[in-house]
């Protein structure tokens, strides 16, 4: 009896031994994906120059940035793209989306979106911007991990996604979207699906943070200061306690996330970055001094330009009509902006580019993020608007840390780093236009989805688009 039993446990450990080895030479057998990118000029996300490299991406990474003419032994699996001396950059980066919150209407338009509206209206966001060379989105309140799991799975097209999912706001605070007649968070739409969340005292705002983890975050989004559009204060309205962000700030770290806080006033944002939050999102009140507080903390900034550094704005139907609510705010937002620009020149903190719509998909989204690339370009220079759109972005993503969800590089061209890669016609270092940038926007011409002069977009080593020969 007892040899029997040993000559099965045996008969076991060699057939698993078997599997093994089967397993092991499967893994052997099976080719690598690879793509090389030769007779490319490389913006690598972080020099202002183009270098002349060839690139090697096996399966999802970056093997090799090489300036010596790369070859591959390998014959089964492999593409090898002639650039035609065109421009090889990173994917984009957009460091501030809504992709939930797409719909039109505003606020009751959002208020009155059914969940299923919502999330499809975000999946076409999702493509939207991969289409136009997007690898990478994080957004900044309304979106869950459905989107994301759906995208990383490879059902539907979309960038890499960051997620604040709720939006944390006290009551009152610029994310309280209740409208007039809602007395409790229970009758809110938004509330209910958990676009936003309210909380008040350290309690709440610790169990509001907690939650947002089980919608899946990687950002913590609170709400420290008014806005153009929201309804429940002025922009200089401080918002949450000290203990309140501290709570907030406490609790991400016990996952490795960080705080990003909305805000514009200055004496805000000095002390957020004092009770350790870690990206301003917004922030154009900034004066020199917390500009080099928030450089000495490694803290990032995400800007609006498009409404503070150009006159654009008054086209806007909502923010350039005088009889509006909103139009005073408009005014006061550009006169306590006008030194943004001269302040970031010249303290060079961390800047990322924001696109931050809302309400909008399509036409109108596309235009707002091509004046926002061209806006940025035209006021801080093109190498300073492409590492905020690379490399920059990249390291703001990479600050989630242990609950980083893509944890290699992103935004650069480099060994070990994602393959998110644009083929580009064109210099975008002396020509923004050739990633999209436009100097009009609610007058430029509409554009359907993708921007022709980016040939091709690559995102985790799968091509999206190739138009090289076209
Ligand atoms: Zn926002």
Do not use: C
Request: glycine share 10%.
């Amino acid at each position: 009896m007892k040899t029997m039993k040993t000559m099965k446990n045996l008969s076991i450990f060699i057939l698993t031994l078997l599997l093994s080895i089967v397993n092991v030479y499967a893994q052997k057998s099976t080719p690598k994906k690879i793509v090389l990118f030769t007779n490319v000029m490389v913006f690598d996300g972080t020099t202002n120059k183009l270098l002349k490299r060839d690139v090697l991406v096996e399966d999802n990474l970056i093997a090799n940035v090489s300036e010596e003419a790369l070859s591959v032994i390998q014959t089964d699996n492999v593409t090898i793209i002639d650039g035609q001396g065109m421009t090889l950059m990173p994917g984009m980066i957009d460091s501030h989306v809504h992709f939930n919150l797409s719909m039109g209407g505003g606020r009751p338009g959002m208020e009155s979106s059914r969940w299923d509206y919502m999330a499809v209206m975000g999946a076409a966001s999702a493509q939207d911007w991969l289409a136009d060379g997007f690898t990478t989105a994080r957004d900044l309140g309304g979106m869950h991990d459905g989107l994301r799991r759906v995208i990383d799975a490879g059902m539907i097209d979309g960038p890499r996604m960051y997620l604040a999912t709720a939006m944390i706001s006290q009551t009152s605070g610029h994310g309280d979207m209740l409208l007039d007649g809602q007395t409790d968070p229970n009758q809110s739409n938004l509330a209910r699906l958990e676009v936003i969340q309210l909380a008040d005292g350290e309690d709440e705002v610790r169990k509001a943070v907690r939650r947002s983890f089980s919608l899946g975050a990687n950002i913590i989004k609170i709400m420290v200061g008014g806005g153009v559009a929201g309804a429940k204060g002025p922009i200089w309205a401080s918002q949450f306690t000290d203990e309140e962000i501290t709570v907030a700030v406490k609790e991400a770290a016990t996952r490795d996330a960080y705080v990003a806080a909305h805000i514009y006033s200055d004496e805000d944002i000095k002390r957020v970055l004092n009770l350790g939050v870690m990206s301003i999102e917004h922030g154009q009140f900034i004066t020199e001094e917390t500009a080099k507080l928030m450089k000495e903390k490694g803290a990032f900034i995400s800007p609006y330009l498009a409404s503070v550094a150009s006159d654009e704005i008054f086209k806007h139907p909502i923010f350039g009509n005088k009889d509006g609510f909103e139009y005073p705010r408009v005014m006061e937002m550009k006169e306590n902006s006008k030194n943004f620009i001269k302040i970031i020149k010249k303290v060079q903190p961390n800047i990322v580019y924001s696109s931050d719509i809302v309400n909008t998909n399509g036409t109108p989204s596309r235009q707002q993020r091509d004046f926002e690339k061209w806006v940025f370009a035209e006021n801080l220079g093109n190498f300073e608007a492409l590492k905020a759109l690379t490399s920059t972005g990249g390291k703001l993503a990479a600050m989630t840390g242990r609950a980083n969800p893509y944890p290699n590089k992103l935004g650069v061209i480099e060994e070990g780093a994602y393959a998110d890669i644009l083929i580009v016609d064109g210099n975008p270092l002396k020509d923004i236009t050739v990633i999209g940038g436009n100097p009009e926007w609610f007058t430029a011409a509409p554009r359907g989805r993708g921007i022709s002069t980016i040939k091709i977009i690559m995102k985790d080593g799968k091509i999206y688009k190739n138009t090289l020969n076209n």
